[in-house]
């Protein structure tokens, strides 16, 4: 039989021949696998897996199947929670459920009830939507956002300063909303919508108004305020459009009663974009009668994002008070929180000028002197009406010399009496009577100095009054709030007497008797019936300056200038004689 030889074992003499061997197998190894990579028939795709309930559920965007039979995508909670983060200022609680805002309750301050004040209106709330929730262009996505259960990265209670991330993922949709705190009235606000791998346009809302809407009602004072392009301003409800959108630099925008606010400071305020929103709710007319009529206030929102891209700003929800304004500040061109302050949003109005250092000296007396705000008005308004003792005097003396010329005077209008009111000669006589004053020192206007004066103090006191939270709710006496009208409406009663009482004793010379008469009487009625209704410390303010003026008037009516003054009135009186009426016959 002949021998069978192993390819591979070597011979002697064949050199390298097992080495080509090994080589051709190789090669014909690999062209077989090759061969079968191409010709393999294809596998058929696997069935696509059933898509669950919640992917096509009423007010959400669809879920492409894809997506939902990947559970790695899939971020949300199981239940809803909450989450409470605590500060010295305020009590903020959280829900998971579209990562809103349940309830902002402010410390330091009351409702019109005498409850911790929350500047979530849960009536309005439940109406327009919670604090924080999200506000698209799309309806259905808006609706997801801010009913899907978002997983938070804590729960339970927390103190600041700490953060809080919510986030929540199916399939195309990714959000992730981070809240930062710290010890003040301002939280840091970061928001990005994702679907397909793209920025959704999202933007953060406050929809429902101001916590105390009664309060609101009381004063109809709700409004938008906002700074853009170093013009700062507010506009009334009235004036407001719903789902109206603003793309165009804003320092800040947000919405203010008397004494809140919630304020957007966008991070970017040249790539910021505000959205207007307005409703209407019913309040009792008068907080304490809830029962009582109603009236429609507006229930005023907004909504403040990035024009594109996520969305990042700080928010101020709190009072607002002078201080407390006066160390936030907007975000400058450089990024940094250092622009211009919240101030502007108190309401000063026209009377700034002078009802801010009214305040601060409100203030300075109340915190070195009197702690009490009524006091401290009392005491601000003797220290005023002293100071314009002076211009009394000045209309007293220019009430004497008018007496001294007064037979010059009437000369001059019996030379002109039977002329016509379009003669030209009227100039000469005015031309005249002025060149008599001139040649005798008399300003005309001399007599309405002190109301000149008196008049812009009495408007900025109304404003600082009206818009100051310090004195909202302070007590006085039997003032439960000088912010509000005096129950028992003591005070109008006082300012009508005493102002009577003032005019009586008060010489006037140059006015006819029944004209002095008529003034005496409807001037104290005016302005009487008009405190009525009007906040208790402006009340406060106007009494106490008519207590002391009776009594600077009878002291000036002992001294040399009252006693002529009082002569020339009597006197003047005498000649004109009693005035008889002819009965017909």
Not at 359 to 388: C, K
Not at 460 to 482: D, F, K, M, T
Not at 537 to 564: C, D, M, P
Request: aromatic letters at 10%; one cysteine or more; glycine letters at 8%.
């Amino acid at each position: 039989m002949a021998e069978i030889r192993n390819p591979n074992a070597s011979s002697p003499g064949s050199g390298g021949g097992d080495m080509r061997s090994m080589l051709i197998f190789t090669l014909l190894a690999l062209g077989a696998l090759m061969a079968f990579q191409y010709f393999k028939p294809p596998v058929p795709p696997q069935a696509p897996a059933a898509s669950s309930p919640a992917t096509h559920a009423p007010g959400l965007v669809p879920v492409t199947p894809a997506a939902a039979s990947s559970s790695a995508a899939r971020i949300q909670a199981v239940a809803e929670s909450t989450t409470t983060v605590e500060n010295d200022l305020y009590r903020i609680t959280f829900t998971n459920r579209g990562a809103q805002v349940k309830s902002w309750i402010l410390k330091r301050y009351k409702d019109s009830h005498g409850h911790p004040l929350d500047l979530v209106n849960q009536a309005a709330a439940s109406r327009f939507g919670l604090p924080l929730s999200l506000y698209t262009y799309e309806p259905e996505l808006t609706a997801q956002l801010n009913n899907v259960l978002y997983r938070p990265s804590v729960t339970g209670d927390v103190t600041a300063p700490t953060g809080i991330v919510f986030r929540y993922a199916d399939g195309p949709l990714e959000v992730t909303k981070t809240f930062l705190f710290n010890e003040s009235y301002v939280i840091d606000v970061k928001v990005a919508v994702q679907q397909n791998g793209q920025y959704v346009r999202a933007l953060v809302s406050w929809p429902s108004g101001l916590g105390d809407l009664e309060e609101a009602a009381q004063y109809n004072y709700t409004k938008f305020a906002f700074s853009s392009d170093g013009k700062r301003d507010t506009t009334a409800a009235k004036k407001i459009s719903g789902g109206a959108t603003l793309n165009q630099p804003f320092d800040y925008a947000g919405l203010i009663d008397l004494y809140f606010g919630v304020t957007f400071l966008p991070a970017t305020p040249a790539d910021a974009s505000v959205v207007t929103l307005h409703g209407s709710m019913q309040v009792p007319r008068d907080a304490n009668s809830p029962k009582g009529a109603e009236l429609a206030e507006p229930v005023l929102g907004t909504a403040v994002g990035n024009q594109s891209g996520p969305t990042h700003t700080r928010l101020f929800a709190g009072p607002l008070q002078y201080d407390v304004l006066g160390s936030i500040h907007t975000t400058a061109p450089d990024g940094k929180a250092v622009g211009e302050n919240l101030r502007p949003m108190i309401q000063y109005g026209w009377f700034k000028v002078i009802a801010e250092p009214l305040f601060l000296l409100l203030r300075y007396v109340h915190d070195h002197f009197i702690p009490n705000w009524g006091w401290s008005i009392i005491v601000v308004t003797l220290f005023f009406n002293l100071l314009m003792l002076p211009t009394r005097f000045t209309m007293m003396k220019s009430s004497l010399k008018m007496q001294r010329v007064q037979p010059k005077l009437d000369a001059i209008k019996r030379k002109y009496a039977n002329l016509k009111a379009t003669d030209p000669r009227k100039a000469e006589m005015n031309a005249e009577t002025m060149k008599l004053y001139k040649e005798e020192g008399i300003n005309m206007y001399g007599g309405c100095l002190p109301l000149l004066v008196q008049m812009p103090l009495f408007f900025a006191y109304y404003r600082v009054l009206l818009n100051s939270i310090e004195l909202r709710q302070a007590s006085w006496g039997w003032l439960p709030n000088l912010a509000a009208a005096d129950p028992l409406h003591i005070l109008p009663i006082l300012i009508i007497a005493s102002m009577f009482l003032v005019q009586f004793i008060t010489p006037s010379p140059g006015m006819d008797p029944a004209q002095r008469r008529m003034m005496a009487f409807m001037m104290p009625a005016i302005f009487g019936f008009s405190m009525w209704g009007f906040a208790s410390g402006l009340a406060l303010y106007w009494a106490t300056g008519n207590l002391l003026n009776i009594g600077l008037q009878l002291g000036i009516n002992r001294s040399k200038l009252g006693r002529e003054l009082n002569a020339l009135a009597a006197k003047r009186a005498a000649a004109k004689g009693p005035r008889t009426i002819q009965a017909r016959r």
